[in-house]
């Protein structure tokens, strides 16, 4: 009866420890959230000018072509942005397996643990690096006033 209770007590502790990375999991759930809003709004703009273009008259076309590069190069950062945050989820769920797996197993997986999380860590901000790029592409488009 002991040992079951010490068994409950491992898995606890398993668990006090794999709070942290699920908070951080939360964190990255939102972000992507985010991400695919506006991945969203960038393919909706998209479509808008794709149809004003087959009405556009001759010296409006470069312009539309224009803004179609920017929405372009838009979606390639945040569509990158989307896969690093991704990536970072998968590690970050792979290091809550890893952790109750080498308890299951009786196993030292700090080391793996340690280095998926920093490797998670890395990628994240790559993700956010390139979403933060995205921004400044959509902020430097901006077109507000008189002088459209």
């Known amino acids: 009866m002991v040992r079951d209770f010490q068994n409950v007590g491992a898995v606890a502790h398993v668990i006090q420890l794999s709070v942290a990375p699920v908070f951080l999991l939360t964190a990255v759930g939102t972000m992507l959230g985010v991400m695919i ?3 969203a709004r960038i393919i909706d703009r998209a479509r808008h000018y794709e149809g004003k273009l087959e009405a556009a008259r001759p010296e409006d076309i470069a312009k539309l072509h224009d803004s179609l590069a920017t929405l372009r190069r838009r979606a390639d950062l945040i ?3 989307i896969f690093l945050c991704t ?3 998968v590690m970050v769920c792979t290091v809550i ?3 109750f797996l080498g308890d299951y197993l009786r196993y030292d997986m700090s080391q793996p643990v340690a280095l998926l999380f920093i490797l998670a860590m890395l990628v994240l901000v790559t993700g956010l690096i ?6 400044f592409v ?4 901006l077109k507000i006033g008189p002088n459209r």
């Open 97 to 99: 397996a890893l952790l």
């Open 87 to 89: 990536s970072t989820a």
């Open 79 to 81: 569509g990158r942005a």
């Open 37 to 39: 809003n506006r991945l």
């Open 130 to 135: 390139h979403f933060l790029r995205e921004v």
């Open 138 to 141: 959509a902020k430097a488009s």
